[in-house]
């Protein structure tokens, strides 16, 4: 067998990760302030940043599938890259919402199926070692956590303009790279169609994807929002680009000790635990009125995020048929980050605009805290039925 082993991958797999999340520190919080200097309301911010994940969500899963069943993986991602760098250059001339709209949906189509390809790989090559898929990933938190003041500064000195120059950059980076990054061909066990049947029947995927759901749509406010919350604190660009920083903090810790946190506790009551701390987190923001204390809040990203993706990604592994490991993650990126992140800034876009920031963060934690109950419960019932479960 020809297969790389995993210690020869490190290296490569970092330094994507670094440069991928640097790149989207550069460009993804920044886009709601481009989108409302083209003269875009919140509402229309949040239809359209909702537009983008409803793409992740087709996208992701096509684009997974197709690997799968082609395995040509790495010809994908390489693909992936090239028009992602493409679209979102293009992306900084438009000014019509027509046009936003357009673009903005080709640009997710292409950025869907990175990371999906990129974390299979890195489990696949793992092996048994799955669980230190965190050491790994946390590369991308410093890269989030050091590009965002550096973006924030210079969006502060010459405008949004460097956003989009700067993240095309990275990812030219990123696709160098691939040059020399093994990447996993997973061969199928079987028929793929009979894998994908037997990963669509399973009775754990539904509340496994509910939990990321809620998870997801609590999320995107923090995510698609923050920004704009900020600005209206009056917060400078380099204050915005700090508090990703302060959120790497978190994020890397849970990431480098992911590992232990996954053996003693399991994936399940990590995602409980994420979500408690997310909806604590969201309230948090309902009664803040100065930017220093959203830095301050900033600091359990690492909970609401890291902890809770290190376990999905987990948790998907173990419930993919072998053979259909880029078809589980893409299926995973395509609620969390897909119909989950569109419901999300869709209904906190509106909520924005008609009763302020304040409240869509108190109604986002209410909604995450009835999907923690229903965690709780399904947890429950499910131990009733097997006490060894």
Request: net charge positive; proline share 4%.
């Given at each position: 067998?020809?297969?790389?082993?995993a210690?020869?991958?490190?290296?490569p797999?970092?330094?994507?990760?670094?440069?991928?999340?640097?790149?989207?520190a550069?460009?993804?919080?920044?886009?709601?302030?481009?989108?409302?200097?083209?003269?875009?309301?919140?509402?229309e911010?949040?239809?359209?940043?909702?537009?983008?994940?409803?793409?992740?969500?087709?996208?992701?899963?096509?684009?997974?599938?197709?690997a799968?069943?082609?395995?040509?993986?790495?010809?994908?991602?390489?693909?992936?890259?090239?028009g992602?760098?493409?679209?979102?250059?293009?992306?900084?001339?438009?000014?019509?919402?027509?046009?936003?709209v357009?673009?903005?949906?080709?640009?997710?189509?292409?950025?869907a199926?990175?990371?999906?390809?990129?974390?299979?790989?890195?489990?696949?090559?793992?092996?048994?070692?799955?669980?230190?898929y965190?050491?790994?990933?946390?590369?991308?938190?410093?890269?989030?956590?050091?590009a965002?003041?550096?973006?924030?500064?210079?969006?502060?000195w010459?405008?949004?303009?460097?956003?989009?120059?700067?993240?095309?950059?990275l990812?030219?980076?990123?696709?160098l790279?691939?040059?020399?990054?093994?990447?996993a061909?997973?061969?199928?066990?079987?028929?793929?169609w009979?894998?994908?049947?037997?990963l669509?029947?399973?009775?754990?995927?539904?509340?496994?994807?509910?939990?990321m759901f809620?998870?997801?749509?609590?999320?995107a406010?923090?995510?698609?929002?923050?920004?704009?919350?900020?600005?209206?604190?009056?917060?400078?660009?380099?204050?915005?680009?700090?508090?990703?920083?302060?959120?790497?903090?978190?994020?890397?810790?849970?990431?480098?000790?992911?590992?232990?946190?996954?053996?003693?506790?399991?994936t399940?009551?990590?995602?409980?635990?994420?979500?408690?701390?997310?909806?604590?987190?969201?309230?948090?923001?309902?009664?803040?009125?100065?930017?220093?204390w959203?830095?301050?809040?900033?600091?359990?990203?690492?909970?609401?995020?890291?902890?809770?993706?290190?376990?999905?990604?987990?948790?998907?592994?173990?419930?993919?048929?072998?053979?259909l490991?880029?078809?589980?993650q893409?299926?995973?990126?395509?609620v969390y980050?897909?119909?989950?992140?569109?419901?999300?800034?869709?209904?906190?876009?509106?909520l924005y605009?008609?009763v302020?920031?304040?409240?869509?963060?108190?109604?986002?934690?209410?909604?995450v805290?009835?999907?923690?109950g229903?965690?709780?419960?399904?947890?429950?019932?499910?131990?009733?039925?097997?006490?060894?479960?």
């Amino acid at each position: 067998m020809n297969r790389p082993r995993a210690v020869d991958f490190l290296l490569p797999a970092k330094s994507f990760y670094f440069l991928y999340f640097a790149a989207g520190a550069s460009l993804f919080p920044f886009l709601v302030l481009f989108y409302r200097q083209q003269g875009l309301n919140e509402g229309e911010i949040g239809l359209l940043a909702g537009m983008q994940p409803l793409m992740t969500l087709a996208a992701a899963s096509l684009w997974g599938a197709l690997a799968d069943s082609t395995r040509q993986h790495r010809v994908l991602l390489r693909v992936a890259l090239v028009g992602t760098i493409a679209f979102a250059l293009v992306l900084s001339r438009m000014g019509s919402f027509g046009g936003l709209v357009l673009v903005a949906l080709a640009y997710a189509f292409f950025m869907a199926p990175i990371i999906p390809l990129v974390d299979n790989s890195v489990l696949e090559l793992l092996g048994d070692r799955s669980e230190r898929y965190g050491r790994i990933r946390l590369w991308g938190a410093i890269g989030w956590g050091i590009a965002g003041p550096v973006v924030g500064r210079l969006v502060d000195w010459g405008g949004l303009g460097y956003s989009f120059s700067v993240f095309a950059l990275l990812h030219l980076g990123g696709l160098l790279i691939t040059f020399g990054m093994p990447i996993a061909e997973s061969s199928l066990g079987g028929s793929f169609w009979t894998g994908l049947r037997t990963l669509a029947t399973n009775r754990r995927w539904p509340i496994f994807l509910a939990v990321m759901f809620v998870g997801g749509m609590g999320s995107a406010t923090v995510h698609n929002f923050l920004f704009l919350y900020l600005a209206d604190l009056n917060a400078s660009g380099w204050t915005m680009g700090l508090s990703l920083s302060v959120a790497t903090v978190s994020e890397v810790a849970v990431f480098f000790y992911a590992e232990r946190l996954l053996a003693r506790w399991g994936t399940v009551r990590v995602m409980a635990f994420s979500l408690a701390v997310l909806a604590l987190r969201l309230l948090a923001y309902s009664v803040i009125d100065s930017p220093g204390w959203v830095l301050v809040v900033q600091l359990t990203h690492g909970l609401t995020f890291s902890a809770m993706w290190v376990a999905a990604v987990a948790h998907a592994k173990k419930l993919a048929p072998p053979g259909l490991g880029a078809t589980a993650q893409g299926l995973l990126n395509g609620v969390y980050f897909g119909v989950s992140g569109a419901a999300g800034a869709a209904a906190g876009g509106y909520l924005y605009q008609t009763v302020g920031p304040f409240a869509m963060y108190r109604w986002a934690a209410i909604w995450v805290a009835v999907g923690l109950g229903i965690l709780v419960l399904s947890r429950l019932t499910a131990n009733r039925r097997n006490p060894r479960h």
